[in-house]
């Protein structure tokens, strides 16, 4: 922990200095991040409240099939990982290495999206549309805009890839990485809940 | 130095600061393959429990919560690194999270989602 005296702290005026002490950037996202809070708890609390009110059609309860969701689940979990280890080599310098776990979990988001694309499609051949009950809207819309989140965090991370292949994302801006890391392990959180709430709890 | 001490030096500090603390208190890569093996052996127990059959409604309710909150504070606290960054942060997040519930909870219950 000595190294902590040797840098020399930015002041005002400087580069880098901020009036929070805390990377503008970074803060940036973690305000984006406490607000997606809301929108995706009224998202969980709207699925809540009309979960078991199908008046014709099967409710997406009817249809869950939790061996196959489990296993998205913890493909999306694995690519937390893969992402924090992504965000360790850079800070490390190593980016060859960093490439390749920003690959892999673009890769493995690739692979959640794949599996509700699939869940999405037996769940329409079993009767189940967007507009078949409130049931189903409310639940092809909370598990819709999650997987949005998740595509939208494929295309920061292969983003982050390209520019790392130009040689445009050195060490020194590897909190470009980790602010894509803190949105895409939020994706993470926000599926933990959703797995518990939407498909475990009866 | 403990991780009190650390916060408390990322508070005062500013953005360069920061990053040369990450690289010496961050866990290794070692650790963070470790916190995923966690997370995938409670998502094994939260289905596990789902299959188990006669067990009380409350009871299993509860019980995926509490492992749901595990992992929700495992993944915030280690890999969005919430433990070792500045408080700002985890009050900023906390507060979009105590406000979600909290709106969420008094509107389910003004519809009586939790008598029914």
Not at chain 2, 10 to 38: K, R
Request: with cysteine.
């Amino acid at each position: 922990m000595t190294d902590v005296a040797v840098h020399h702290d930015p002041q005002p005026g400087e580069h880098g200095w901020t009036q929070t002490g805390v990377s503008n950037e970074k803060l940036g996202m973690w305000v984006f991040l406490g607000s997606e809070c809301l929108l995706f708890g009224g998202l969980i609390s709207t699925y809540m409240l009309y979960k078991n009110t199908a008046l014709e059609g099967p409710r997406p309860a009817d249809l869950y099939d939790i061996p196959f969701t489990s296993v998205s689940s913890f493909v999306l979990l694995m690519s937390s990982m893969t992402m924090v280890l992504a965000l360790s080599a850079i800070q490390r310098g190593d980016h060859q290495r960093c490439r390749v776990w920003l690959v892999t979990t673009a890769l493995l988001g690739a692979t959640f999206i794949s599996g509700q694309v699939y869940e999405f499609t037996g769940f329409v051949k079993h009767g189940m549309g967007y507009t078949t009950n409130t049931a189903g809207s409310a639940f092809y819309t909370l598990t819709g805009f999650h997987g949005v989140h998740v595509s939208l965090g494929i295309v920061m991370l292969m983003s982050l890839f390209m520019m790392s292949l130009r040689g445009r994302l050195s060490q020194e801006r590897s909190e470009v990485v980790e602010i894509v890391g803190l949105y895409w392990h939020f994706v993470d959180v926000v599926w933990i809940l959703i797995f518990t709430v939407v498909y475990l709890i009866p | 130095m403990s991780a009190v001490e650390h916060t408390e030096r990322h508070d005062e500090g500013a953005g360069h600061t920061e990053h040369a603390e990450h690289e010496h208190t961050h866990p290794s890569d070692f650790q963070y393959v470790m916190i995923a093996v966690f997370l995938a052996v409670v998502t094994g127990a939260e289905v596990g429990l789902y299959y188990i059959e006669g067990l009380d409604f409350l009871v299993l309710s509860t019980v995926l919560i509490v492992l749901m909150v595990v992992k929700f504070v495992t993944v915030a606290g280690f890999f969005m690194h919430l433990r070792f960054d500045s408080k700002l942060f985890r009050r900023i997040f906390i507060t979009g999270i105590v406000l979600a519930t909290f709106v969420y909870l008094v509107l389910l219950s003004s519809f009586h989602v939790f008598i029914h």
